[in-house]
């Protein structure tokens, strides 16, 4: 039953054994499990049930696993993107203009989203020539900038009428984008080496690309 079902799962990441008593080894070590399903056992449980509740017991006792897993699949993907941008290869990006301007080209396989980014994307319009122009602030930045603007003039008009069209969240909005052109979306956690690395050397934002832009 295992090798038939999850045997149909193509984005498998990972399977966890549990049960009470030795007959999980067995099963484990034995000649019952797909070699390719073996290769994805990550962890073996002891459970003081059976049935459902031992199904329970395992999902009870598997955070600390599962995040293993992902810190370890965070790392992959950062460190392939690392590995287009070391060897110049085209095929990593990144910067919020940048990867803006390659996910409306289409050129996005992955982006990379820093958990810890927490930037607000303003548009400021004046209300009477239509003027408009984008900033990227600190959410405690927004008051104290909206407050300023009661007093900038125009750079089209000159006249003092400029306001807030639209704030967004800058993550959300990249992964509303993302998710229209059917891109591949991961938020990176700062828990690894090369999760901080993304936050800091890259500003949280990078992208790796389906193929070199001409």
């Not at 797909?34 to 049935?51: P, R």
């Not at 993107?81 to 085209?90: A, K, N, Q």
């Not at 600190?138 to 306001?163: D, G, H, M, R, V």
């Not at 891109?183 to 890259?202: A, P």
Request: negative net charge; hydrophobic residues 35%; contains cysteine.
């Amino acid at each position: 039953h295992l090798n038939e079902i999850f045997g149909q799962i193509s984005d498998l990441k990972g399977v966890i054994v549990g049960g009470p008593g030795p007959t999980k080894y067995d099963f484990q070590e034995g000649d019952y499990i797909n070699y390719q399903l073996k290769q994805k056992i990550i962890a073996t449980i002891d459970t003081a049930y059976v049935s459902e509740p031992g199904v329970e017991e395992i999902v009870e006792k598997s955070p600390d696993i599962l995040r293993g897993v992902r810190y370890m699949e965070e790392k992959k993907l950062v460190q392939r993107f690392l590995y287009e941008v070391g060897h110049d290869t085209g095929l990593g990006v990144y910067g919020e203009s940048e990867v803006r301007r390659y996910l409306k080209e289409g050129l996005v396989e992955t982006l990379l989203l820093s958990e810890k980014v927490n930037t607000i994307h303003v548009t400021i319009e004046c209300k009477n020539c239509h003027y408009s122009e984008d900033k990227l602030l600190a959410p405690y930045e927004l008051p104290k900038f909206e407050q300023s603007l009661l007093n900038t003039q125009c750079k089209n008009c000159s006249n003092i009428t400029l306001a807030f069209s639209e704030t967004k969240d800058l993550i959300d909005e990249f992964i509303e984008q993302a998710e229209k052109a059917g891109v591949n979306v991961e938020i990176i956690s700062t828990e690894t080496e090369e999760g901080v690395m993304l936050k800091e050397s890259f500003h949280g934002i990078a992208a790796i690309l389906r193929y070199r832009r001409n």
